[in-house]
């Protein structure tokens, strides 16, 4: 059976958590996108990127994190007829919906969204708690998370958890007010939402220090169900004070990988939606607004 | 330091209001003395009963009408704990006639009225607290970690408070569609408007941690009661605040039924810094105590005269280590009053603490945000 050739692209703190397994292959080309914005100026693909894509003939591109040459690097990609994979939106892909999406000359889709990459072990038992265990109607969901390093993994991480939000409150956002501030490098991003069950819900993604495993509420006229990522983990008293132990989140990442990378043919099956596409990109312009506007952003999403 | 005892004056036992959980704190400091229970001639019919009741098991007299008991030369506080469409008038007489105010959680139920009790105090030169908002173990151990400077800037506040009390029921579908009804009145015989019941107090700590709130976001229409939900005034509600710094508030809210939560129902904040996140559990400290017998035997039920539980409680597993904010904030007052200064929370942060309310209100009914401050007259 063939491997696969795949090009993963991420930050430093995605990329280290695939197993060493994996990234140490002969057929995989890792690039540290936090290398890459150093050297890389305006928009165009990185030049390292490029380098990879031109003399391999890759099979797939992983893209695990955000940047803001995605757009025309996934373009590339896909003009030579690689199959993409991205753990989230593309930022500005709104207008580009029909370039990323469109079937090429062998009449197969090229790009998907696998955002189930960060899905975690904890979302079949709140689905079981909130189907099986008298949880009643949902009147509210609301999750802090650690989004990752800078702006755009904070709204992919805020994205994820957006859809999250209706898989686990089973209906559909059909209202979403956005507030963000960034003081220096830092960033508080907040969904305020509305599902047309009536239910609400707050996200909370920022980039200071935060539990790795984030801390979720959730309400039904039944119950609460809450989870305390820091709570349900081994702590250490250390001379420096207390420390939790690292969650391993490598199996998950292997079987991610086994699932949809691993030894078969690369076949993507499903596009992302255009609504999907376009509410992700009201949902990062509001971030912008508010961030400059220090004000709460109504984002006219379609329901 | 002064040991001069002030006279208090407990101005109606309404059950709309929280008189009765300023009690111990009036009796157990030295340097109070309660002086009477008075209340208007025109009230509800169980409310004089009740105020004779507490005014017999305290031992001291009970007047008719207010104004007459606040002008005694014995009275040097009034303690206003009437419904919130009787605070501003009671306390603007009360201020007029030179006594410092202590009142329950609002003082007013509409701006001007707010603003009128500002207006008097500032005029008599009297000393005013609210003692709900920020003298609770959730407000001072979130000022602590902000005084610590371990957080850096501060970007960002999450809070959640809600009551496990009452009990919920199934709500049809004909009465889940009521319109979701506008601020201004406060006062029902069956239910609160549970944002500002509760709502509040979440709102009492962001704007204790923020600089001045510039605009509002809100939410209400998910529901646990019939009773809430047929008259389109929420049991539940979300919040969404921005300070002038741009810094993003949110609270959640509400009264989620009983037996939902071991210890209450969530009593926490999130603080989000530049140099860290703190999490602040308003239930703590505490004694985690679990019984056999607690268990083997809970078939606890809200009582039937006081169904949505707004003066008792179900039984917890757990016992407060706390110190009572009640107790706090009479050491404040007291303060105040010996050395002119301001108390922690004055009838200006409660003008302002209902401005945010209001436009939460208004935001929820026009499903946009409002900003502040708040012309009194914001369509709905």
Redesign the interface.
């Given at each position: 059976m063939k491997v696969p050739k795949v090009l993963i692209c991420g930050y430093e703190d995605v990329l280290s958590q695939i197993p060493g397994s994996i990234l140490n292959g002969p057929s995989v080309f890792p690039v540290s996108l936090s290398q890459v914005e150093n050297s890389n100026q305006g928009c165009a693909p990185p030049e390292s990127i490029v380098s990879i894509v031109e003399t391999n003939h890759l099979d797939l591109c992983v893209f695990l994190s955000p940047f803001y040459e995605m757009r025309n690097t996934v373009l590339l990609c896909m003009e030579k007829g690689l199959r993409v994979t991205t753990i989230g939106p593309i930022p500005f892909a709104e207008t580009f919906w029909r370039e990323l999406t469109e079937l090429t000359n062998d009449n197969k889709p090229h790009w998907r969204i696998d955002d189930d990459f960060y899905f975690d072990s904890r979302l079949e038992p709140l689905k079981h708690a909130i189907h099986h265990l008298d949880f009643g109607l949902p009147v509210y969901y609301r999750e802090i998370s650690f989004g990752g390093l800078n702006l755009l993994s904070n709204w992919w991480k805020a994205c994820q958890l957006y859809k999250k939000a209706e898989l686990l409150l089973g209906s559909s956002i059909i209202d979403l007010h956005v507030s963000a501030n960034q003081t220096g490098n830092k960033i508080h991003i907040t969904l305020t939402f509305k599902l047309a069950n009536r239910s609400n819900g707050h996200i909370i993604c920022t980039n200071s220090p935060f539990n790795e495993d984030g801390d979720l509420l959730l309400i039904g006229t039944g119950g609460v169900l809450d989870y305390d990522g820091l709570l349900n983990r081994p702590l250490i008293h250390t001379h420096r004070g207390i420390k939790p132990v690292s969650t391993n989140k490598g199996a998950q990442v292997q079987s991610w990988w086994e699932k949809n990378v691993g030894e078969k043919d690369i076949c993507i099956k499903a596009l992302p939606e255009k609504k999907q596409i376009q509410n992700q990109g009201k949902i990062l312009e509001a971030i912008h607004t508010s961030i400059r506007n220090r004000g709460i952003i109504q984002a006219s999403i379609v329901s | 330091m002064s040991d001069r005892v002030y006279g208090v004056l407990l101005v109606s036992f309404s059950h709309h209001s929280h008189q009765r959980s300023f009690i111990q704190s009036f009796i157990d400091h030295p340097r109070i003395r309660i002086i009477g229970v008075a209340d208007d001639m025109d009230i509800d019919e169980y409310l004089r009963p009740l105020n004779h009741s507490w005014a017999d098991k305290l031992g001291v007299p009970y007047f008719e009408p207010i104004d007459e008991a606040v002008k005694r030369a014995d009275v040097d506080i009034v303690s206003i704990g009437h419904e919130i469409e009787r605070r501003s008038h009671i306390a603007v007489m009360a201020a007029g006639a030179g006594k410092h105010l202590w009142i329950d959680k609002f003082i007013g139920a509409n701006l001007d009225e707010c603003n009128s009790v500002v207006e008097a105090v500032d005029k008599a030169g009297v000393k005013s607290i609210l003692p709900s908002y920020v003298y609770n173990d959730l407000v001072r151990q979130s000022q602590q970690v902000i005084d610590s400077c371990e957080l850096?800037?501060l970007?960002?506040i999450?809070v959640?408070i809600?009551f496990n009390k009452g009990k919920?029921a199934p709500i049809s579908v004909e009465i889940?569609n009521a319109t979701f009804l506008p601020p201004g009145q406060w006062k029902f015989p069956e239910f609160k408007r549970e944002l500002l019941t509760i709502g509040a107090y979440a709102i009492g700590l962001i704007t204790r941690c923020f600089d001045k709130i510039?605009?509002?976001?809100g939410?209400?229409?998910?529901?646990?009661f019939p009773v809430h939900a047929k008259s389109g005034a929420e049991d539940?509600?979300?919040l969404?605040l921005?300070d002038?710094?741009?810094?993003?508030g949110?609270i959640?809210s509400?009264r989620?039924?009983v037996?939902?939560?071991a210890i209450g129902g969530?009593n926490q904040a999130?603080l989000?810094?530049?140099?860290?996140?703190a999490?602040v559990d308003g239930g703590r400290p505490r004694l985690d105590s679990n019984m056999r017998s607690r268990i083997i035997h809970a078939d606890y039920e809200p009582p039937d005269e006081d169904p949505m539980q707004w003066a008792s409680s179900p039984p917890s597993p757990t016992i407060r280590l706390a110190e009572d904010p009640m107790a706090l904030a009479l050491i404040d007052l007291i303060r105040a009053i010996d050395n002119d200064q301001s108390t922690l929370f004055t009838v200006k942060d409660a003008r302002d603490h209902m401005g945010i309310l209001l436009a939460g209100y208004h935001a929820i009914v026009q499903?946009?945000?409002v900003r502040l401050p708040l012309m009194e007259e914001v369509p709905s």
């Open positions: - | 850096g800037d970007l960002g999450h959640d809600m919920p889940r510039s605009e509002v976001y939410q209400g229409d998910a529901y646990f539940f509600g979300v969404t921005i002038e710094k741009g810094r993003v949110t959640s509400g989620i039924g037996g939902s939560h969530p999130v989000f810094g530049t140099k860290g996140t999490r499903n946009k945000s």
